[in-house]
């Protein structure tokens, strides 16, 4: 069957890991002559460039009171509905596990194909418990589902939830975008962290590593907004590292500050595959990363294009560091390495994955 719509779901379109590959699949396939759809539940503008082949169908519901939660059920998915048949894809992606659940319930209704795609650890997800318990009746309802790691596969055996016959690991691709093709840049004494200012991503944890650092003309930047912004001001105020630590923000153009770190460091507590730490290392940062359950071991080949500590080591990560920031040749000898990241994880590899997982899922 020859493949034409593609329809994704998801949450929104704001800043994130999972955002981003979503918007980078989107483009390459709106840019290779798909009708590409992308439904989001919040009516907001996309932080990443889309096609402007590609049309946003917004699920937003504004009713309020106490019979708000059942209400905006309701119209969320009457008009899911409606967006599904006046399209008719032919084929459904969602993403993130809160879609997930919801894709599968309202294919009961609409009988399409689906394919649920989990972009985060599964034991450390957000979803509720009533959503959870779902997800355990429900994932082995859809046609298939693409898991970013081998891990995340052995996570959902271990905590018994049945998954669909269809079961794929596909990785993140890198945007191409995120790096220049030369390594014509000079890169400077900066640790460079990325990500959501959340408490999952430790950056607290980060900041006072950092400040147990022997050096006199390293800097930390970390790039990314969130609820810790002003606990993490204040943590660095009160470390007297205001000339040293640098809050900078949400930034659109973030392959500058890869370009000019020669350092990347990864403290999250969990992740699901980490787009940050693959751009960086696409940029030839050398990159030191927890071990945390998912991602970073199937990114990095430790001591060889990267350094992989205990998760949850401070004290290692620290020793690490230090000795990393020590030696100019380490830092030049992971980040050579690091950069061969582009060829296994550019758009075209991973998309022919997703090309070959849809034409099973349809030829089924």
């Not at 905590?159 to 016959?165: A, G, S």
Request: charged share 20%; glycine share 4%; proline share 3%.
């Amino acid at each position: 069957m020859l493949l034409k719509k593609i329809v994704f779901v998801i949450p929104n379109l704001n800043q994130g890991g999972a955002e981003r590959v979503l918007v980078t699949l989107a483009n390459h396939w709106a840019g290779n002559g798909l009708q590409v759809y992308i439904i989001t539940f919040d009516k907001s503008d996309s932080f990443y460039t889309l096609d402007q082949r590609i049309c946003i169908l917004s699920l937003n519901t504004t009713s309020k009171g106490f019979l708000a939660l059942p209400l905006n059920a309701i119209k969320r998915t009457y008009r899911y509905v409606k967006n599904i048949r006046k399209t008719a894809p032919d084929i459904v992606i969602s993403f993130m596990d809160y879609p997930n659940v919801l894709c599968v319930l309202w294919n009961f209704i609409v009988h399409q194909k689906l394919i649920i795609s989990q972009r985060t650890d599964p034991v450390f997800g957000i979803l509720p418990h009533g959503f959870r318990q779902l997800r355990k009746l429900l994932y082995k309802k859809a046609n298939a589902i693409v898991i970013q790691t081998e891990r995340s596969l052995k996570i959902f055996e271990r905590i018994n939830i049945q998954l669909p016959k269809i079961k794929i690991v596909i990785p993140n691709p890198i945007n191409e975008d995120c790096y220049d093709n030369n390594m014509l840049y000079s890169k400077e004494n900066i640790i460079l962290a990325v990500g959501r200012l959340e408490p999952e991503k430790q950056f607290s944890l980060l900041i006072s590593i950092f400040s147990k650092l022997h050096n006199t003309d390293w800097e930390l930047w970390i790039v990314g907004s969130g609820s810790e912004i002003q606990l993490l001001k204040d943590q660095v105020q009160k470390l007297n590292l205001t000339q040293k630590v640098k809050l900078l923000g949400v930034q659109k153009n973030i392959k500058t500050f890869y370009q000019r770190s020669k350092v990347f460091a990864l403290t999250s507590k969990f992740e699901g595959y980490s787009n940050a730490l693959c751009e960086a290392m696409a940029n030839g940062c050398a990159c030191i990363s927890f071990d945390c359950d998912t991602g970073p071991s199937e990114i990095i080949a430790n001591d060889i294009n990267g350094l992989l500590i205990e998760n949850g080591n401070a004290v290692e990560f620290q020793k690490q560091l230090q000795s990393l920031i020590a030696d100019n040749k380490k830092i030049d000898s992971l980040g050579f390495e690091a950069v061969k990241i582009r060829a296994s994880l550019n758009i075209k590899n991973i998309s022919e994955q997703w090309y070959a997982l849809m034409r099973s899922v349809l030829k089924n």
